[in-house]
């Protein structure tokens, strides 16, 4: 918005803005009725990353950037895993400025790089953003499994690869702190933007993670009440 298309080039100081918020030309700003609901899209000119700023990271805002990289590792079929950080940082991104290549306003795929973010922005609202978006995200990518599983897209084995990356790999938390009700997450998740057909997930399943419009409500609630209990 500031001075309307002047070019711009990013300099990403954190782990979150390397792998996600950097790439993309995303300009999102948050209402008090929802994350990210006024902005445009504005590309930039190019990306800087330097790997050494992270060492200045507070520990909390590496995590939140750990949170946001989980979801890559089930975005395609790459062992992120067997690469170390610097790698899995580059990876992360070609995966991410593929997606928006193929996609950039969202009329479809790119609503892929949301995997995680129905429960985690419901999250951040519901917990007056106590919660961080990364570490919303950690937690909502393991819901989105436990989701999976229970609509019957994804067996044990591979909600437990979700909970090995969130919880062993990058030590997240994989459940939501108490006191949050289902009627108030429900309620949130529909005020989603990508709810445009009722409850809208991204989901994992046999051919990979899918946007699915219009999940039951009545599953959606049966997991979130296992979820939270
Ligand atoms: N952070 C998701 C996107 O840029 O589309």
Known sequence: SWHRGIPVVHVSTSLLGMVDAAIGGKTGVN????????GAFWQ??????????????????????????????????DDLLAMDLEQRIARCVEIKAEVVASDERE??????????????????????????????VAIGLI???????????????RVDEHIAVVAKEYDLMTR??????????????????KALNGLTFVLDGS??????????????????????A
């Open 44 to 77: 930039p000119s190019g990306v800087v990353c330097d790997l050494d700023s992270l060492a200045s990271l507070p520990p909390r805002e590496l995590r939140c950037g750990l949170g946001e990289m989980a979801k890559y590792h089930f975005l395609t079929g």
């Open 176 to 193: 939501p702190p108490s006191g949050l009700g289902v009627d108030e997450l429900v309620r949130l998740m529909y005020r989603d933007k």
């Open 207 to 228: 051919d990979g993670v899918e946007v699915v419009q219009g999940v039951d409500e009545a599953p959606v609630r049966a997991s979130l009440e296992r979820f939270l």
């Open 107 to 136: 009329g479809g795929r790119r609503a892929l790089l949301n995997y995680g973010h129905t429960l985690a922005h419901a999250l951040e609202i519901a917990t007056d953003h106590e919660l961080a978006h990364g570490e919303a």
């Open 143 to 157: 819901y989105a499994a436990e989701l999976g599983f229970d609509l019957g897209r994804i067996d044990r084995a």
């Open 31 to 38: 209402l008090a009725s929802g994350k990210n609901l006024v």
